[in-house]
């Protein structure tokens, strides 16, 4: 793993307005950590002590040298939710995040926590639980950071108030010997579940004191290190009130493979933690914000949904007004993706889309070769050389980065390599997805790129588009912003797709966006130059499809040319 400066992510969670009513003190109840010496598809660490009803159960848990998302779950109360602000090792690879469960289940015998990945894989983590947290929307702020040396320090929260769990964590790539406690805001970290080298080690402070957290500890020896720290807020006794309808639920986009939905704020006596999402009357997800993507329905179906909002002590309001949603029977959808950014100057690099790839669907990506002349290339053994869109160039004005797609592409059972290649050795990032359900020809209606230096980028606005379109964003970063969050296009959120580890190469789309002019949104954790692309296309025609009418393409004189493309500097 290689040393690298390190980062600081900090996201924050919804305001949090403290009850004037009594508040739990959080107490550590057990934990437990783990390291597996061999690589293997899942493992296992125990709470063996009893697991009292309405407990919070949260733990930092690492996946080395495997791509996609580390998964935990528990053989009492399922699947864990993920939490903002993960991180990945010095080396761009696994994945490292914080996983929690709240409200748990009563477990008089213990429970048993697995920890999966998509491939054999190094695991290394802790868990703990603590009673006295609140049992709905107990999350307030996280933040996690990583780096080299002995002096671990994740960087500060947004304020929270005085009496709420202090929880961090860390892992190591190397043997940090022993790790010895920290301070945030004044007071000691107190260490809890540590393997016998430290690798993986859990400390907290409860209650922690009002004002920002830090989670820090010295390390005994030099290694990488990658920590987080986090704040749940403590249970309130005495409160029934609960929280107003949630008003004003709409969709803001309806495809073959997803909804979107959207609302206004709900108001509560001691403040609003949550909404539940509720699909043909069965609770579908949680969300702390005011709209909610469902990725699990099926093209052609009708559906309905309503919300209710909750607060900290699990007051739910009455549910909203339903909405009736009715899938189209095709749209935009997507299939696969890559990302990649080599550390290392080559000529050529590859993207491999493992999955087959159907014929007629459309090929994307966003690509770049860093400080060389020229432009960067794109082709696959299938389809050969790609169609370039339209480009960038970085802010030292060195290079090249541009938008190549391949449009009814032929098919690839056995999946897909393409190859992006420079004219000289170059640093070569890059990030590619493949969609279904768009038209095999004149697909490109409108394009945008820009770029600039901080954490919020924008690829500046298309030309307006007709509703129904896909609308693809790709970002690209000098630096590792390790958390990327997508934004919005007319009111639609975008869904992340592939990424690199650091997350410094992304793909996100909306499948089915709003009509207007459409924008490539994103927020980094961590401030760096950034180079972002918006591009639409246009929808196969066919039952559902709005493709069936394409507007002409742009005439100069009697030449045809792509479609207006904006550029942003």
């Given amino acids: 793993m290689s040393a690298l400066a390190a980062a600081a992510l900090v996201l924050t969670w919804l305001p949090f307005a403290p009850p004037a009513l009594a508040l739990a003190s959080p107490g550590y109840v057990q934990g437990s950590a783990f390291v597996t010496g061999t690589r293997v598809a899942s493992t296992t660490t125990a709470l063996t002590g009893p697991v009292g009803a309405g407990d919070l159960l949260v733990g930092w848990f690492a996946q080395y040298n495997v791509g996609g998302q580390v998964q935990v779950s528990d053989n009492v109360n399922g699947a864990w939710t993920r939490a903002p602000a993960s991180t990945a090792f010095q080396n761009d690879t696994g994945d490292i995040a914080l996983y929690y469960l709240a409200n748990a289940k009563a477990a008089p015998a213990g429970l048993t926590v697995t920890v999966t990945a998509g491939g054999p894989a190094y695991f290394q983590g802790s868990v703990a639980e603590y009673s006295g ?44 010997s022993s790790v010895t406690p920290g301070a945030s ?3 000691t970290y107190t260490p809890r579940a540590h393997t016998a080298s430290g690798s993986a080690y859990e400390q907290d402070i409860t209650p922690g004191a009002a ?43 309806v495809a073959s493979s997803s909804v979107s939905l959207a609302w206004s704020a709900s108001t509560d006596n001691v403040g609003v933690t949550g909404y539940t999402v509720y699909r043909n009357g069965t609770a579908l997800g949680t969300t702390a914000g005011t709209s909610f ?48 950014s080599p550390g290392t100057r080559q000529t050529s690099t590859t993207l491999t889309l493992s999955q ?24 696959d053994p299938v389809n050969g050389a790609w169609t370039r869109s339209t480009s960038e160039t970085f802010t030292n004005g060195k290079g090249d980065i541009a938008l190549y797609y391949v449009q009814g592409t032929q098919p690839a059972p056995a999946g897909l390599t393409i190859t992006i290649s420079a004219p000289v ?40 588009v007709p509703g129904g379109e896909l609308v693809f964003a790709a970002l690209l970063t000098g630096g590792q912003p390790l958390t990327v969050t997508p934004g919005t296009s007319q009111g639609v959120p975008f869904a ?71 550029v942003v500097r």
């Fill in 293 to 340: 993507t469902d990725s699990t329905v099926a093209a052609g179906t009708t559906y309905t949904y309503t919300v209710d909002a909750f607060d900290a002590a699990g007051n739910h309001s009455a549910q909203s007004p339903e909405v009736q949603v009715t899938t189209p029977t095709s749209s935009p959808t997507y299939v696969q993706g890559a990302a990649d």
């Fill in 185 to 187: 805001d004044g007071l």
């Fill in 211 to 253: 004002g920002p957290q830090n989670g820090t500890a010295t390390l005994g020896a030099t290694t990488d290190w990658y920590a987080v720290a986090a704040t749940f807020r403590p249970a309130s006794t005495g409160d029934t009130q609960v929280p107003s309808t949630p008003p004003s639920l709409h969709t803001t986009s």
């Fill in 133 to 176: 947290v609140a049992i709905a929307g107990p999350l307030d702020q996280v933040v996690s950071g990583r780096g080299v040396g002995t002096a671990v320090d994740t960087g500060a929260t947004a304020t929270v108030p005085a009496g709420e769990l202090v929880f961090s964590a860390l892992v190591t790539g190397g043997n940090p």
């Fill in 356 to 379: 087959p790839v159907a014929a007629g669907d459309l090929l994307v990506g966003w690509f770049a070769q860093y400080d060389s002349t020229g432009q960067v290339q794109v082709s």
């Fill in 425 to 464: 050795a170059t640093y070569l990032p890059s990030a590619v997805s493949e969609y279904s359900g768009i038209a095999t020809s004149t697909a490109l209606d409108g394009v945008s790129v820009g770029k600039g230096v901080g954490t919020s980028a924008d690829s500046g606005s298309t030309a307006a």
């Fill in 496 to 566: 992340l797709e592939a990424h690199n580890g650091s997350e410094s190469a992304d793909t996100a789309a909306i499948l089915s966006g709003a009509p207007g002019a459409q924008n490539g949104r994103f927020t980094l954790a961590r401030t760096g130059d950034w180079y972002a692309a918006v591009v639409t296309f246009r929808p196969a025609p066919g039952p559902g499809a709005l493709g069936t009418k394409h507007r002409k393409p742009h005439l100069i004189g009697a030449r045809v040319t792509e479609p207006q493309v904006a």
